[in-house]
């Protein structure tokens, strides 16, 4: 079935410094990649996503690249901030308006 | 515009007891999913509704867990009888699209109800 994989599980940085998670997808249909935050104890947040037709997309320090040809994306975070401590999962669609969701990435960020 | 809304947030039920969830959508959203979410996982997709129809039940485990949403709204899922395995985060989300559309969607989740089976 459709799936998809997402490394690292757990990314430990300095304040200050970039992060960047990547997912690979199977499904050569999906056209929709949403980037989930959930804080501990809290429902996943959409923090931004990129449709097939876009390769970049940048939102403040947020920013999602897509590579339809090797089926993978990346979340890129810059000059992180504690607050940006939390998992972030991707996700990808598949037939019938459904996501398919990575494990999941905890971020620490050290001050 | 008002959330997800999802009841109870914390359940504890003893294995082989039932127990029931309760989802309201964002309103006008025709579209309504249950995900089970185990710990230090991704969330996994139980149930797609859309309107009062089911879309997609492929992963639920029907012998023991059932789901609803009988008037194309708030909906309801089931377990009977709950096993250790089923100890998880129980998510309900929405969304505005049409299945068949786009696959553009900006899923709303509610907040969840962490379900604990001893």
Do not use: M
């Amino acid at each position: 079935g459709e799936n998809v994989e997402q490394h690292p599980s757990t990314l430990s940085v300095q304040e200050g410094d970039s992060a960047v998670i990547k997912c690979t997808y199977s499904d050569s249909a999906s056209n929709y990649f949403p980037w989930y935050k959930q804080e501990l104890g809290k429902r996943p947040q959409l923090i931004i996503d990129i449709r097939s037709n876009v390769g970049e997309k940048k939102d403040q320090r947020i920013a999602v690249t897509l590579n339809k040809t090797a089926k993978h994306f990346s979340l890129h975070i810059t000059e992180t901030q504690p607050e940006d401590s939390a998992v972030y999962f991707c996700a990808a669609s598949i037939r019938g308006n459904k996501l398919v969701f990575g494990a999941g990435t905890i971020l620490r960020v050290k001050s | 515009e008002a959330g997800v809304a999802q009841s109870p947030r914390y359940k504890i039920i003893e294995k082989r007891q039932s127990v029931a969830f309760w989802c309201n959508p964002i309103s006008g959203h025709a579209t309504l999913y249950w995900y089970q979410q185990i710990l230090g996982q991704g969330p996994k997709l139980l149930i797609q509704f859309q309107n009062n129809g089911v879309v997609d039940d492929s992963q639920l485990p029907k012998d023991r867990f059932s789901a609803e949403r009988l008037k194309g709204v708030d909906s309801t899922l089931k377990i009977q009888p709950a096993k250790l395995e089923d100890s998880a985060v129980y998510l309900c989300a929405s969304s505005s699209i049409l299945v068949g559309g786009t696959g553009e969607s900006g899923y709303t989740f509610g907040s969840g109800t962490r379900l604990t089976v001893v």
